[in-house]
């Protein structure tokens, strides 16, 4: 018994093909926060599909740089698509405050 794909009648996917996968990257690479669902419109295929083609193909997954909300701008608020190579996004760290120090004496 073979446990391996044999090929299936009916016909083969056409929306994972690389004319799809290469307008998809190119809108991606444009504006990177964009969601799913926006760039689906605009290549003109399913969500699923095109999700598929950037987590498979693309090898692209979800990003935040989320650490203190208040000190982020909008832009970096937002979560981005990054590559499998790509560098993680900057955080934006608190900055220490003064430490100021407090003595307390009783005398008895």
């Known amino acids: 018994m073979s446990v391996g794909e044999d090929p299936r009648p009916g016909r083969p996917s056409t929306l994972t093909n690389a004319d799809h996968v290469e307008r998809g990257h190119a809108v991606i690479c444009g ?3 964009l969601s799913v669902q926006e760039v689906a419109d605009e290549v003109s295929i399913s969500i699923g599909f095109f999700h598929q083609i950037l987590t498979e193909k693309l090898q692209m997954r979800r ?3 989320k650490f203190v909300p208040r000190l982020l701008t909008d832009v970096q ?7 499998k190579g790509s560098p993680r996004p900057k955080k934006v760290r608190m900055s220490r405050s003064k430490i100021r ?5 009783f005398f008895d």
């Open 31 to 33: 504006n990177r926060p």
């Open 63 to 65: 990003v935040s740089a």
């Open 77 to 83: 608020k937002s979560s981005q698509w990054m590559g």
């Open 101 to 105: 120090v407090l003595l307390v004496v």
